[in-house]
């Protein structure tokens, strides 16, 4: 349907335990080019936006889903921006 997914917490216990930074991106119009399951690609706009480098050291040791949210919350934060133009 093109809306944003729910976000798996492996890859954050990954970020949370070698302290690997997160750069959240938001890819807006791509499923307008091409619908899931399609190979047809449509001519359009795409646009990607790269948010503020999140530090897992910034949520503690155990703060996996804390994590996780902030950069779910992240990247809607930036969706909305490429929607309001």
Same mark, same amino acid.
Do not use: C
């Given at each position: 349907?093109?809306?944003?997914?729910?976000?798996?917490?492996?890859?954050?216990?990954?970020?949370?335990?070698?302290?690997?930074?997160?750069?959240?991106? $938001?890819?807006?119009?791509?499923?307008?080019?091409?619908?899931?399951?399609?190979?047809?690609? &449509?001519?359009?706009?795409?646009?990607? &936006?790269?948010? !503020?480098?999140?530090?897992?050291?910034?949520?503690?040791?155990? $703060?996996?889903?804390?994590?996780?949210? $902030?950069? &779910?919350?992240?990247?809607? !934060?930036?969706?909305?921006?490429?929607?309001?133009?």
């Amino acid at each position: 349907d093109g809306g944003m997914g729910r976000f798996k917490q492996g890859p954050f216990h990954v970020a949370s335990n070698t302290q690997a930074p997160i750069v959240p991106m $938001a890819i807006d119009g791509a499923y307008a080019a091409k619908h899931k399951g399609s190979w047809l690609l &449509r001519p359009g706009t795409i646009i990607v &936006r790269v948010g !503020e480098t999140i530090y897992p050291g910034d949520f503690g040791p155990d $703060a996996v889903n804390a994590l996780r949210s $902030a950069t &779910r919350g992240h990247i809607a !934060e930036m969706l909305l921006g490429t929607q309001q133009k």
